[in-house]
Each structure stands twice: as structure tokens, then as C-alpha cells.
């Protein structure tokens, strides 16, 4: 069994220990499913997508730990690139042997039952990174994050260098 961790709001917890994980739909039209990652021995990229996802204007995220069948088929890939069907143990094996496996994602295109729940515990709420992988020192995109609190002072200290 693969165990796997999904990032959601507090909020979401009574429901989730309810009835599980239900698959959804971006707005974007990226492929609907339960988006997750692999446990790794690291902390910090296991739970990568905290500081990212807190930029929503969530302000309390958790993390939900729970196995599938390892035969299973899930899609992996960077986030903004193609994904890959393969079952979830070649998933867990491709993203936890990259070398730097920031940005990956495992998509599951079912919901996940309560019974297949592991755990659910708390995260810190500053792990991981923000806009990008190796976002710091990089110009931000105006048209991204026009009102961003501090986006103006970040332009300014990139045009000083």
C-alpha cells in the first residue's frame, strides 16, 4: 500500500474524517482528482505545498495522510508540465528518487474513502515554498501578482541589483 499526504484546510477536516476526500475539479480545467504527494523521509518536501496553498487565503492547513493499492493508476508530474499515468508505486518511486522533487504532484482521479484514511495531523504553517521552486531572486510576473502585499518592494529591490 502506498501511503500518500493531501494538503487541505482545517475547515475541511469534519467532512473529510465524514466521508473522505472528494475528488475536484480546478477551475483551470486540470484534470479532476485528489492532488497529493508521496510521504518522503523529508518533512520539508513531503508537505512542500503548505506556504503555496496558504497564498489562497486559507490561514490553517492539514495534512491527511492515507494508503491506496500500490497497483493502482495515478498521474505524476510537475504542475505546470504534462503528467504521466502510472500505477502509485511508480509514482512514489519517480518523485521520492528525484533529486529535487519540489513542485511534483501525484493526482488520483477518484475521491478517497474515510475508511482509507490514515491519519490526519497539523503541518507548520511556513514549510515549503511560495509562486515557484527556487522562486527567490527572480523577478515576480506583474501580471500574476499585481496587488500582492509586498510585491512592490520585490520588484524594486530586483530592478536596484
Known amino acids: ?17 465524514r466521508s473522505g476526500i472528494r475528488a475536484q475539479s480546478l477551475a483551470d480545467g486540470s484534470q479532476p ?24 487565503g486559507q490561514r490553517t492547513l492539514m495534512a491527511v495522510h492515507f494508503r491506496i493499492p500500490d497497483d493502482e493508476e495515478v498521474s505524476v508530474g510537475h504542475y505546470g508540465s504534462h503528467q504521466v499515468r502510472v500505477s502509485s508505486a511508480e509514482a512514489t518511486a519517480l518523485v521520492t528518487e528525484l533529486e529535487d522533487p519540489r513542485g511534483y ?9 474515510a475508511k482509507e484514511i490514515h491519519r490526519i495531523r497539523r503541518v507548520n504553517q511556513v514549510t515549503g515554498w511560495r509562486y515557484m521552486p527556487d522562486a527567490h531572486g527572480t523577478r515576480p510576473c506583474p501580471l500574476c501578482n499585481p ?15
Open 33 to 56: 482528482g485528489v492532488y497529493c504527494l508521496p510521504v518522503m523521509p523529508s518533512y520539508q518536501l513531503t508537505h512542500q505545498w503548505v506556504r503555496e496553498l496558504r497564498r489562497g
Open 1 to 17: 500500500m502506498t501511503m500518500l499526504v493531501h494538503i487541505t484546510p482545517a475547515k475541511n477536516i469534519r467532512a473529510i474524517r
Open 105 to 113: 504532484e501525484v493526482i488520483i482521479p477518484r475521491s478517497i474513502a
Open 147 to 161: 496587488g500582492q502585499y509586498g510585491a512592490a518592494k520585490i520588484r524594486n529591490s530586483l530592478d536596484e541589483e
